[in-house]
T-cell receptor, first 112, second 114 residues
């Protein structure tokens, strides 16, 4: 069974640009979660989507947004990029069950 | 006080040693507790999850939860060089109508020397 996949693996942007990150959950999983892992800060919760709806968001500004598509895949958009947005962005999925979240390999975003 | 505290290490042990990794937390509403392993530049891999207090064993790994002390542990027996990674504890409030997200510790970096 294929795991959570994310694309691209690496993304380099300049300050002020927009970034789009993509995630495909494990087949049959309806919930998708986005986390940011910045150096020294650990994993911070960004967004949770379930059945196409945003269910909760973490303590991040509105320029972090996303959506979930009918096939349960998801994208994360980061507008007006700032240097401190440089981090590993991780996507996780679960089978309508928040307890067991399975992570993808992440997208490393570098903002210069 | 942070919600979840985890000693970042690094922790270095010889091959074959028993490793003890720990986290403390402050939110008594947490009911689900997980341990993830993360190799360098990879996504976290779920190792163990437990509900409420008690022990759970899976091969060389044992997870313990003591809700009265707000303390969780992961023990690794017969540690191997391949166990060298960062270990993250994570926890969440009860299922259903809750926030959906996991709260993570910052991770403990473990190195197992041959």
């Amino acid at each position: 069974e294929a795991g959570v996949t994310q694309s691209p693996t690496h993304l380099i942007k300049t300050r002020g640009q927009q970034a789009t990150l993509r995630c495909s959950p494990i087949s049959g999983h309806t919930s998708v979660y986005w986390y940011q892992q910045a150096l020294g800060l650990g994993l911070q919760f960004l967004l949770w989507y379930d059945e196409g709806e945003e269910r909760n968001r973490g303590n991040f500004p509105p320029r972090f947004s996303g959506r979930q598509f009918p096939n349960y895949s998801s994208e994360l958009n980061v507008n007006a990029l700032e240097l401190e947005d440089s981090a590993l962005y991780l996507c996780a999925s679960s089978l309508n069950n928040l307890r067991e979240q399975y992570f993808g390999p992440g997208t490393r975003l570098t903002v210069t | 006080q942070k919600e979840v505290e985890q000693d970042p290490g690094p922790l270095s042990v010889p091959e074959g040693a028993i490793v003890s990794l720990n986290c403390t937390y402050s939110n008594s509403a947490f009911q689900y507790f997980m341990w993830y392993r993360q190799y360098s530049r990879k996504g976290p891999e779920l190792l163990m999850y437990t509900y409420s207090s008690g022990n759970k064993e899976d091969g060389r790994f044992t997870a313990q939860v003591d809700k009265s002390s707000k303390y969780i542990s992961l023990f690794i027996r017969d540690s191997q060089p391949s166990d060298s990674a960062t270990y993250l504890c994570a926890m969440s409030v009860g299922y259903g109508g809750s926030q959906g997200n996991l709260i993570f510790g910052k991770g403990t970096k473990l190195s197992v020397k041959p």
